[in-house]
């Protein structure tokens, strides 16, 4: 029966078609079956605003569900409890509805039941999409922001989460292997030609002028920490192209060039401290020391690796170590916490270095670093969970603070046991911690997405941040940014897969810098 109203659609919209005339339909029109939401999309350069209609199982009594004039269209259905056909109609709005008999743009879907890896699968996807979809087309570079109000700014660090987040797009086929490397070349071309700061690159680049871009007054010019964070992702890009075809390889080459001439040891200053910036206009007045423990230790890994501009151990050992906040030995709700500051401070000290830097395996003489930063994913749920300041919706199902946009205050940096804690959750915290917290993160996953998903995602995955406890409509933040992006996208393949730990690890420099900084490494 199934099969006979599937062959009597396909037939009633060949005759629609030749019977239509009236209205501009939209083209290319495709329908995509995820496990709570259909994504219809749609060719509509002319900026026309559609009706959406679905019927489920009957290909003849249809609803409205909604209307947009964006060329895609979000359907969230729910769970799957068992299969089904959906069909769709897009129907330009304002249509009479004699002539809406004879609608062409209509399409059917399947829907199956899907389980915890296709859900994990969809998030990655949709997060990868930022930075191809949304890629600076010609530098190839990650844009900053989804709304940023600069212009078309660029970010170094927040590329270098791309690059990874690319590599393994093209492991899972979201893109082709063709589109993925000429994204990176494109990268690896404005970095080569693009102003450099004793190897170092700025934080941010105008795309247009393809000229640094100010931070801040003073962070105008090279900024070590953000460079690191690309270099991470530049590494990992060399491992996976270093035994390709005759261009994987140049471009291979190409990364090891730009990789051996960042002058890490030049910003010590010939001192026994890193810095994180230098300017040509300002000099070292910044004058910000890199110390720890926070995201800054792939700063000290890769400076520590270099083969030509490498710092000495007692950099690390008297600069990243010497901080009120590197060690700390307290338990918080029962979990012991070796290092880090109160609470542990924000999730991403937890993420960015350790998107390439593989934890499992890795020691000091200070701690295990996989189980560090599963005690700091830990502690922030259970602060969640507990609830001192009564935020609306802290819990088991929504929990995780970093720096990220707010919708009371704008950019800022959230975690536990602080003023910045204002009831505000950020996606990328929880789902970013998969690695360390597989069953609490997914528990998170699924009530942002099944519960919330209409409300909080969106063409690039989920949106910045969410504060349940303010007014409907004023709860969240929809917008994108690179660096809390990059690290869903890259920790969700971590834990499927290892396969960006394992890139980035196959490096034979990344050994030598652990070694000369203390670290034991296995390789599991």
Known sequence: ????????????VHFQLIAQTNFVQPTRLKADNFPGHVELSWKNSPGFTYKILRSIDLPSKFIEIGETNQGQYFDFLGVSEKPSTVYYRIVPKGLPQKEAKNITSQIAVERKTMGDEDLLDMTQRYTTRYFFDFAEPTTGMARERSNDVNGDIVTTGGTGFG??????????????PQHGQETIEKIVSFLEKTERFHGAWAHWYDADTQKAFSFSKYDDGGDLVETAFLVQGLLTAREYFKKGSATER???????????????????????SLYWHWSKNYGWKMNHRIKGYDETLITYVLAASSPT???????????????????????????????????????????????????????DNYTNYFDRNKAHALI????????????????????????????????????????????????????????????????????LYFQKGKQLFGKYGFYDAYNPGMVEGQQVVRSYLAIDQGPIAVMIENYRSALLWNLFMNNPEIQKGLNLLGFRYTKN
């Open 1 to 12: 029966m199934k099969k006979l109203l599937l062959v009597m659609f396909v037939l009633a």
């Open 163 to 176: 690059i990874m987040s690319l590599i393994a797009g093209i492991e899972r086929k979201y893109i082709t």
């Open 250 to 272: 140049i471009l291979a080459n190409r990364i090891t060039q730009l990789w051996e001439t960042v002058e890490w040891d030049w910003y010590t200053q010939g001192t026994d």
């Open 309 to 363: 501009y490498p710092i000495k151990a007692s950099v690390y050992e008297s600069c990243y170590k010497n901080s009120s906040y590197y060690f700390n030995g307290k338990s918080y709700y029962g979990i012991k916490l070796d290092l880090g500051m109160e609470y542990g401070g924000p999730l991403f000290f937890t993420h960015y270095s350790f998107l390439g830097l593989n934890p499992t395996g890795l020691r």
């Open 380 to 447: 922030h749920r259970a602060y969640a969970i507990d609830n001192p300041k009564k935020q609306t919706g802290y819990g088991p199902d929504l929990w995780g603070f970093t720096s990220s946009d707010d919708p009371k205050v704008g950019y800022t940096s959230h975690h536990p046991g602080t003023d910045d804690e204002n009831g505000t959750i950020s996606p990328t915290a929880a789902l970013s911690s998969i690695v360390y917290t597989p069953e609490e993160s997914m528990q998170v996953l699924k009530y």
